[in-house]
């Protein structure tokens, strides 16, 4: 969905107000993040799984494991797939059916920060090369639509990678077999975080709500990996950013991805 | 569907079935109502190892809007697993299974939410399950009455579900995942308690004339089971801070 | 409350039998009174009615509400309600009688996303409701904020004879108005009362079935607390 309802012109009015004060209208700083609660382990038939609210938006990731064939030209590496659904029950808006360019762009985004970070050791992921690798699939469902789901689904699926269990395969004439009983944790290199901003005028705002949303110019999401690197980018809305405007948010990017990197670490379980 | 051989003791001699249950008794079922901050009405469930989510808007303007009806307003449910629901990761494409389970959802509401009042509008169901485990379609109508009822749609009255079924040549209440592959006969049933009709039935597998009529009567039994947590979840949202 | 007439009812509830009239959500089944609406029931007299707890606004005629422009074709504005029907506002009614559709531009006056305090004209269920604006306390809202409650809430908010928006507005010295539907403009000149104004609206939408809301709006407006 490209725009959630529409926003009555006086909130319009007075989020623009007060950010030439410094303020919004929820009270936050203008680099300040909503509270964010992150459950894992929500879905025990999974093999790993998350709930993250961020704000009043609500994200449920699922992480399923399986073995696969490889991809053709990648036959060392085992498959990594993120994928992101907003539910219907999540916003008025949210209409059932094959997802629109919102929903793949959204997809893509959160699939990108994770493989580009090289959260998870593909190369370790091999049963038998060229023949069978296990696959990892991120599943995130929104559940509730208030703005921001970049970041929500990109908690989400990194805290159910990270507390995921994987379960052990044997290849018995070339057919993975399952071995009961015997899990192991994933091989993590590196934990990304995603912080989105909006521009609304000259002000740049962390973490937009809905009503930010809907008033903003531009916004661009930017995923660093737990060394300050960025490893992902993507720019988004119908206006442009200055130069100094991007390396604020890329600052921005960093030190407040190290916050929500300890608060990810900790829900690792 | 149906007798399969398995290691897995379905009914032991003690009249224990392969989870601990009775055969009268169901999994452990709890429902929260307006767990959604968007939705206009919303229930969590969690039925046995079932968990799902149900969301429901309207009334509201029908897109397209050659479905709208000028006499009175239509129901719409959607069904939808996770792909992370079930054992093998599912397709998050809708399957011709969640189809017609969506179909016979809405079918078993229907009666119930009085939609004449609201001439042109929609009333959209929308339940996803969350994980599966054996008796969705009930749980998730469970859900979705307590939700519509959340919303404040019209109801004569609630739809309580819960499936019924045989395993071991013995009728049993609440088929739950390894009974309905292992077991002989599972039947899904939706019942509006206090109008005593019922309105979703659904039978896999073959019982005899006299077994079809157990297996109705522990079905209502458990439906009514259902329909006090039902009510419960509504008054811990709404009565809870009463001053009566 | 401590009629022993008033009762806590979920749809399907059975809430008395006999030669009893059936008001607003309730139906006659088999000589059986029902409710249709989480609610509370209340028998009055010869008839039986349940005070709805949740559910949509649905428009009736005469009632104030407040509306949110979401489009216009050249003749008509329509306005969100917060119902599941919406609202028109015909250019005519605030044009004149002389409006001329070829240069009569409606943008001038009402665009998307305005505010308008609005009266219901009339609404059978076969059309979407006509709405009006032209009237001394009605028209464009220029200045406050939008807070909506639960429609099932609005005379709560407004109490008996109007004393529990007063003794808000005195308290913060804000100007409210309350739309049947649900949706609130408090403006106030003070952020401070604009605050507590729009904080005991809240506590009214969240308790407004307890016993002696008034008292505790009262005691919470007084508190010197932030």
Redesign the interface.
Known sequence: MTSTSILDQLKRNKIHDLLEKGERFDGRRLDEPRPLTIETG?????DG?ARVRLG?T?V?????I?PDKPFPDMGDKGIFIC?A?I??????TAE?G?PGEDVIELARVVDRGIRESGMIDLSQLVLQKDKSVIGI?A?N?V????GNLFDACAYASTAAILSCKIPKWEMKDDVPTLVEGQKSSPPITTIPVSITMARIGDHIIVDPNADEWACMDARITITTNSNGSICALQKGGDDGFTVEQLFKCSELAISIGAKIRKQIEQARG | MGGRESDLVLLDENGIRCDGRRVDETRKISIKAGV???????AYIEFG?N?I?????????VHPKHMAD?DTGILRC?Y?M????????KN??PSRREIEIGKVIKEALRP?V?LE?????AV?V?V?V????GGTRCAALDAASVAL??????????VSACAAGKVADTIILDVNNEEDQAGQADMPMGY????KKITLLQLDGVLTPDEFKKCVETGIEGCKLVYEIQ?QA??DK??A???? | ?ADSK???V?????ITTGPYRPEQ?V?L?DKKI?A???GISEIYDDTVKVI?????YIPKSQDLVIGKIVSHSSLSWEADINS???GMLPASDVFGRNFQPDTDELTSKLKKGDLIAARIVNFD??RDPLITIADRDLGKIDSGELVKIAP?KVPRLIGKHGTMIQVIEMATNATITIGQNGLVVVACDNPDGLLKAKKAIQMVD??A????LTDKVKEMLESNSE
Not at chain 2, 53 to 61: I, N
Not at chain 2, 149 to 158: E, Y
Not at chain 3, 10 to 14: F, H, K, L, T
Not at chain 3, 209 to 212: C, D, F, S
């Open positions: 929500i879905i025990p038939k999974a799984s009043d609500e449920v990731t699922g992480v399923k399986q994928t659904e539910l219907p029950l999540a916003h008025p059932p094959p699939f599943d469902s559940t509730d639509h208030d | 959604l901050k968007n939705a206009n009405g919303s190892d968990k989510l149900a969301g429901v808007f309207g009334p509201r303007d000028t959607r939808h996770s792909p992370f629901s079930v054992g093998e990761r998050p494409a119930a009085m009042k609201f001439p042109r509008t959209d929308f996803e969350l994980q599966a485990d009822a959340d919303a404040g749609i019209p109801m004569r009255d609630m509006m308690p206090n109008l009510k509504l008054k709404f009565f801070n009463g001053g009566e | 409350m008033r009762r806590y979920i749809p399907g509830d059975v959500n139906i089944e029902i249709t609406t989480v709805p707890l949740t559910g949509m599941c029907y919406v269920r076969s099932s969240e308790q079935h307890m016993a002696n």
